[in-house]
């Protein structure tokens, strides 16, 4: 479980202005560093799953949210600038680029001399992640004769080996190239059965069993790792104030909520077999799909689709519950982030009004269309293509058409090719190429949710309710 453990309390003056101290000259990119006092912070993070992301257009994360309260709390604009690297991310706040790094750096002594760590506090360990149930494995010493595999020649790959060492062997290590697979790919295996257990870090663990309920992240296999924000070394008044900042808000209902969001309300959809059994009666009575077949047959001319695609749509998003509201805040059957709605000129409380989250949807799919049309000119492959930007937002289904072409792969043809690409956005090397505008991306979501509208679109159709 990720913790947040209590903040260092000093008896310093708080001052009204950040102030960090002088550093040289100019910055790596020869602009000037940032003034020394200003009410403007100037941040820097990593993309990644638990830190900074891009979801259907809007930056979230866990470590975002929480810096972005801090600046509000504070009355502080901020300035976010997003690493390549740890390193990276290391360098912008030696040289005074930045002067927080919002992202869990390690406590140890190769990074003592570069920052001060301060604000959010985070205990993490390693885990293993396995099926529940009473096979699970209780005990270290269970692990002989069990097979677990890992990243090679990651962190995880060293601990299984240092633990198969201290046993005296008999554990089956299976690493895993991290060009194929990374760690989430793993814990996905996992739960699908086809790997038996696999190794990450509690974060990553308990964000992932918010998609996959049915796994067991409970076995601690490692020592305590610790880890918090930091700032440069010679900005002792801003850490101060973060310092304060978390002793204030470790309670604060604010932080409880943004906690719950990443790592405990889960990421999945209604359960289909529930709502696929209720629409399968309601078909064989003559009823229709849906009790909003006649909206979907009045919006769906605004993109040019069958009605019964606006349908497979709502019913893979919500399984046409009007009440559903997504982890990431997204509403009502079309499931719409509320910025979405508003940018399609839906206003307030009206998202959550079926006929205008309907037609929110329909003008949604139209702008996506539009947008897709220059690069995707055949209206039937370019369907895919709208469906996954509708799933994950525009700037990703781009990126992924970017690395498609760059990778010999066809970037006008979804299935095997930008699919492909849009999976690589989960990696590293592949969200932090400069080609890639909108970092990491849990592609594996959008892919298969493709293929399920896809799939309820084609079985609505055969159904013959045009």
Same mark, same amino acid.
Not at 71 to 100: C, R, T, W
Not at 147 to 163: A, F, G, P
């Given at each position: 479980?990720?913790?947040?453990?209590?903040?260092?309390?000093?008896?310093?003056?708080?001052?009204?202005?950040?102030?960090?101290?002088?550093?040289?000259?100019?910055?790596?990119?020869? &602009?000037?560093?940032?003034?020394?006092?200003?009410?403007?912070?100037?941040?820097?993070?990593?993309?990644?799953?638990?830190?900074?992301?891009?979801?259907?257009?809007?930056?979230?994360?866990?470590?975002?949210?929480?810096?972005?309260?801090?600046?509000? &709390?504070?009355?502080?604009?901020?300035?976010?600038?997003?690493?390549?690297?740890?390193?990276?991310?290391?360098?912008?706040?030696?040289?005074?680029?930045?002067?927080?790094?919002?992202?869990?750096?390690?406590?140890?002594?190769?990074?003592?001399?570069?920052? *001060?760590?301060?604000?959010?506090?985070?205990?993490?360990?390693?885990?293993?992640?396995?099926?529940?149930? *009473?096979?699970?494995?209780?005990?270290?010493?269970?692990?002989?004769?069990?097979? +677990?595999?890992?990243? *090679?020649?990651?962190?995880?790959?060293?601990?299984?080996?240092?633990? &198969?060492?201290?046993?005296?062997?008999?554990?089956?290590?299976?690493?895993?190239?991290?060009?194929?697979?990374?760690?989430?790919?793993?814990?996905? %295996?996992?739960?699908?059965?086809?790997?038996?257990?696999?190794?990450?870090?509690?974060?990553?663990?308990?964000?992932?069993?918010?998609?996959?309920? /049915?796994?067991? +992240?409970?076995?601690?296999? @490692?020592?305590?790792?610790?880890?918090?924000?930091?700032?440069? =070394?010679?900005?002792?008044?801003?850490?101060?104030?973060? &310092?304060?900042?978390?002793?204030?808000?470790?309670?604060?209902? %604010?932080?409880?909520?943004?906690?719950?969001?990443?790592?405990?309300?889960? /990421?999945?959809?209604?359960?289909?077999?529930?709502? @696929?059994?209720?629409?399968?009666?309601?078909?064989?009575?003559?009823?229709?799909?849906?009790?909003?077949?006649?909206?979907? *047959?009045?919006?769906?001319?605004?993109?040019?689709?069958?009605?019964?695609?606006?349908?497979?749509?709502?019913?893979?998003?919500?399984?046409?519950?009007?009440?559903?509201?997504?982890?990431?805040?997204?509403?009502?059957? %079309?499931?719409?982030?509320?910025?979405?709605?508003?940018?399609?000129?839906?206003?307030?409380?009206?998202?959550?009004?079926?006929?205008?989250?309907?037609?929110?949807?329909?003008?949604?799919?139209?702008?996506?269309?539009?947008?897709?049309?220059?690069?995707?000119?055949?209206? /039937?492959?370019?369907? =895919?293509?709208?469906?996954?930007?509708?799933?994950?937002?525009?700037?990703?289904?781009?990126?992924?058409?970017?690395?498609?072409?760059?990778?010999?792969?066809?970037?006008?043809?979804?299935?095997?090719?930008?699919?492909?690409?849009?999976?690589?956005? @989960?990696?590293?090397?592949?969200?932090?190429?400069?080609?890639?505008?909108?970092?990491?991306?849990?592609?594996?979501?959008?892919?298969?949710?493709?293929?399920? +509208?896809?799939?309820?679109?084609?079985?609505?159709? /055969?159904?013959?309710? @045009?």
């Amino acid at each position: 479980m990720k913790k947040v453990s209590k903040p260092v309390i000093t008896a310093m003056l708080l001052p009204f202005l950040i102030a960090c101290g002088s550093h040289s000259g100019k910055t790596e990119n020869n &602009d000037e560093a940032p003034s020394e006092s200003s009410d403007t912070l100037h941040a820097v993070t990593l993309y990644g799953p638990t830190s900074y992301f891009i979801y259907q257009g809007q930056e979230m994360g866990f470590d975002y949210e929480n810096l972005r309260q801090f600046a509000e &709390d504070e009355g502080l604009v901020l300035d976010l600038k997003v690493a390549s690297s740890l390193q990276h991310l290391l360098k912008l706040i030696d040289s005074g680029e930045a002067q927080l790094a919002a992202y869990p750096i390690p406590r140890i002594e190769e990074y003592d001399s570069i920052v *001060k760590h301060c604000g959010p506090k985070e205990i993490t360990w390693q885990v293993l992640v396995q099926p529940s149930g *009473k096979n699970r494995v209780s005990d270290v010493t269970e692990l002989v004769g069990k097979t +677990v595999y890992v990243e *090679k020649d990651s962190k995880y790959h060293y601990r299984i080996q240092n633990l &198969d060492n201290e046993l005296g062997g008999g554990i089956d290590i299976v690493p895993i190239s991290k060009d194929t697979l990374i760690s989430e790919d793993l814990i996905e %295996m996992v739960d699908r059965g086809e790997i038996p257990m696999t190794i990450v870090d509690s974060d990553i663990a308990e964000l992932n069993k918010s998609y996959f309920p /049915k796994l067991d +992240v409970g076995m601690k296999i @490692s020592l305590e790792q610790y880890s918090s924000w930091a700032v440069g =070394n010679e900005c002792d008044s801003l850490a101060t104030r973060l &310092d304060r900042w978390e002793k204030r808000r470790q309670s604060s209902e %604010m932080m409880k909520s943004i906690y719950r969001k990443y790592f405990e309300i889960s /990421k999945n959809n209604p359960d289909p077999k529930d709502a @696929s059994s209720s629409l399968n009666l309601r078909l064989k009575k003559g009823g229709g799909i849906s009790p909003y077949d006649n909206t979907f *047959k009045r919006h769906s001319g605004i993109p040019g689709y069958d009605w019964q695609l606006l349908a497979a749509i709502g019913f893979n998003e919500s399984r046409f519950d009007n009440n559903v509201v997504s982890w990431a805040g997204a509403r009502g059957i %079309m499931q719409l982030m509320p910025k979405t709605a508003q940018a399609m000129g839906i206003k307030g409380d009206d998202i959550d009004n079926p006929e205008q989250n309907i037609l929110a949807a329909a003008r949604l799919l139209k702008h996506l269309d539009d947008a897709l049309k220059p690069k995707i000119s055949d209206s /039937k492959e370019r369907l =895919n293509f709208v469906i996954a930007a509708y799933n994950s937002g525009l700037g990703h289904i781009l990126d992924a058409i970017a690395l498609a072409e760059k990778h010999g792969l066809n970037p006008k043809v979804w299935l095997g090719n930008v699919s492909e690409a849009a999976l690589m956005k @989960s990696r590293p090397q592949y969200y932090n190429d400069p080609i890639v505008k909108n970092g990491y991306f849990r592609g594996r979501e959008t892919v298969e949710f493709v293929d399920k +509208v896809m799939s309820t679109y084609s079985f609505f159709k /055969k159904m013959n309710h @045009s």
